[in-house]
């Protein structure tokens, strides 16, 4: 058998070639990016030829890199399903990742219905802002939060979100709350990765302009609720991930549902290779039906 590169050269050139980037192929790798370059070096010397033209505006694959790169990813690839699916053949597991928010607030008080209905599934569930690798093998499904641009996967919205107001009865009350122009004096709670904003919420039902400031800023829906039910202001939230904080009296809508955002945001996402793995399909099943009930 011919010689074979090392596999972390091969996966340092693919990331790079993927990515346009040593930087980028660094953190996706968790690697510096001096050790992606001296990875992507030792490869071109052993092959004999230059993968990548660098330049001061970036780096770009060569002709022979192109090449290359259609072999090598193809065969990455395979090894990264194989691997997989041998997995999944030894263990029953489920690999699924998802958006923090939607994960602590809706899927974890949902999770014991689901591993009454298949106790025979082994659940590991991750949760992060940055979406899954399918390539590398992370995930079996990933539950994705904003504009479905992704690609060759299969993308299945959950359900419809209302974006409304919400604040705790006590400051409501303190502050004799009832219209939105009184919105403009009080505390703002801004969520910095939601796709619907208090200038969307302003523009939507009023002809007032949303404030440029905010008192409080937050990276996840959970703070911004938490922030929200001890009285630090009013929080633009979904009311699903809020369903807790509503059902027991914590926060309320202050104007009523009727003025809310609607938006589909929560997505299933995961490679139509995996649709017909039996512990992907019970998943998505549950997961529907779930939603259909939210």
Request: proline share 6%; glycine share 4%; aromatic share 8%.
């Amino acid at each position: 058998m011919p010689t074979l590169p090392p596999i972390a050269n091969l996966q340092a050139f693919e990331a790079v070639a993927r990515r346009r980037s040593f930087a980028l192929a660094a953190a996706e790798l968790n690697l510096t990016a001096s050790a992606i370059s001296h990875q992507v070096s030792r490869l071109e010397a052993q092959l004999d030829i230059r993968l990548f033209e660098r330049s001061a505006h970036g780096v770009r694959l060569s002709p022979a890199g192109e090449h290359y790169l259609m072999h090598v990813g193809a065969a990455l690839n395979a090894i990264a399903t194989a691997t997989d699916d041998l997995r999944h053949g030894i263990r029953n597991s489920l690999y699924v990742h998802s958006a923090p928010s939607i994960a602590s607030l809706w899927l974890m008080p949902r999770l014991h219905r689901f591993a009454q209905a298949y106790p025979e599934i082994s659940l590991n569930l991750s949760a992060a802002h940055t979406p899954s690798d399918f390539a590398l093998g992370q995930a079996d499904i990933d539950i994705r939060y904003g504009i479905p641009q992704w690609g060759d996967l299969v993308v299945e919205p959950l359900f419809e979100e209302a974006i409304v107001p919400l604040a705790s009865p006590a400051f409501i009350k303190a502050h004799k709350l009832k219209r939105a122009e009184q919105l403009l004096d009080l505390p703002l709670i801004q969520s910095n990765v939601s796709i619907v904003q208090w200038s969307d919420w302003f523009g939507r039902f009023t002809k007032l302009r949303a404030p440029d400031r905010f008192s409080l800023r937050f990276d996840r829906a959970q703070m911004s609720l938490d922030a929200a039910t001890q009285g630090l202001g009013v929080a633009l939230e979904s009311a699903v991930n809020a369903g807790g904080h509503l059902a027991d009296g914590r926060l309320k809508a202050p104007f009523g549902m009727d003025q809310a955002v609607r938006v589909k945001a929560h997505f299933a996402v995961y490679p139509e290779r995996h649709a017909k793995r039996p512990a992907v399909e019970a998943f998505l099943s549950w997961l529907h039906s779930e939603a259909a009930q939210t």
